[in-house]
């Protein structure tokens, strides 16, 4: 059985008064990313332009490729999505050089759609995996940085080893790209995601218990838990795990709180060097409140259902 799918450019009637977003991911390689997508697409909080598929070294080659697979699975099949913003494959590859960028799809969509907006009226790119396809549009369009801000999960912490995690490790020269271009940055780091955005084997349960879509996300929590949490033969619930990229949404809707720093330099070792010009800044996210996005979170998942037929799981786009 093939769905037959209609992509729109905004999704449903969303009101111009909400925050336009595109939102680049990696889902498939952790669970967080599928619970922002649902998030990102079942809140009614944003105008969502678009999804791209980011690269991870940890999915299978091509891995944006593989990324894409998992992105239109979750938002045709699992959230039975007839209508939705476009989907797009990115680059597969990191950057070589901070000169060429890594041609794609996902790149191409970045920058025409991006001609909508101005430096007064930007265009929200939510980075959550490998910032591969939003460095290449900004070495492809420089003026790019006056029509996009960047609000990404990425980074340890403000220590000098804080470029030493996952998604800048993917591709650190996107990131010194990103870093040294004109773009407003927002960063949300694992250090803040780990104190906020952990939750528990019981508290996803819980959370998760009253919808079908609901179940799915419980599914996969479990997957990762039992295979990457949990001690081998040992029977303690007691480790949570962390929702990291949620994090970029919950500072889109005012639920989370920042302060400026100065702009960093990322070096060749994924040391982080304090920036030394203060008219230079990026936005560091220090709090979230998790109470209330936990919550935004379950009454999403179960007003969407009341309104909406998820499709069958026979139901696949090639």
């Avoid at 759609?113 to 490998?130: M, W």
Wanted: hydrophobic residues 45%.
């Amino acid at each position: 059985m093939r769905c037959l799918t209609t992509i729109v450019l905004l999704f449903g009637s969303l009101a111009w008064s909400k925050p336009a977003v595109v939102l680049s991911t990696d889902v498939g390689n952790e669970i967080d990313d599928q619970w922002a997508i649902a998030h990102l697409l079942l809140s009614g909080n944003f105008q969502v332009r678009g999804m791209l598929s980011a690269q991870a070294p940890s999915l299978p080659a091509p891995s944006a490729h593989a990324t894409y697979k998992v992105l239109v699975d979750e938002v045709e099949n699992r959230l039975g999505m007839r209508e939705h913003p476009p989907l797009l494959e990115g680059a597969s590859t990191p950057l070589r050089s901070p000169k060429s960028a890594q041609d794609s799809e996902a790149m191409r969509f970045l920058i025409d759609v991006s001609k909508d907006f101005s430096k007064d009226n930007r265009l929200i790119v939510l980075t959550i995996g490998a910032a591969t396809d939003v460095a290449s549009a900004i070495i492809s369009d420089p003026a790019i940085v006056d029509r996009i801000e960047v609000i990404a999960m990425g980074f340890t912490n403000l220590s000098s080893d804080g470029g030493k995690e996952f998604n800048v490790q993917n591709d650190p020269i996107a990131w010194r790209v990103i870093l040294q271009s004109a773009v407003p940055v927002t960063i949300g780091s694992g250090e803040v995601c780990r104190a906020y955005l952990a939750i528990s084997f019981d508290k996803a349960a819980q959370l998760l218990a009253n919808s079908a879509i609901g179940g799915w996300l419980w599914q996969e929590y479990q997957a990762w838990y039992f295979r990457h949490v949990k001690p081998l033969r040992v029977n303690d619930f007691s480790k949570p795990w962390i929702i990291w990229d949620i994090i970029t949404m919950a500072y889109v809707e005012g639920i989370a709180e920042h302060e400026k720093i100065a702009r960093p330099v990322l070096g060749d070792d994924l040391s982080f060097q304090k920036g030394t010009d203060p008219a230079k800044t990026v936005n560091w996210i220090t709090t979230v409140d998790s109470a209330k996005l936990w919550k935004e979170f379950a009454a999403e998942l179960s007003s969407y259902e009341r309104t909406h037929a998820v499709a069958p799981q026979g139901c696949v786009r090639n």
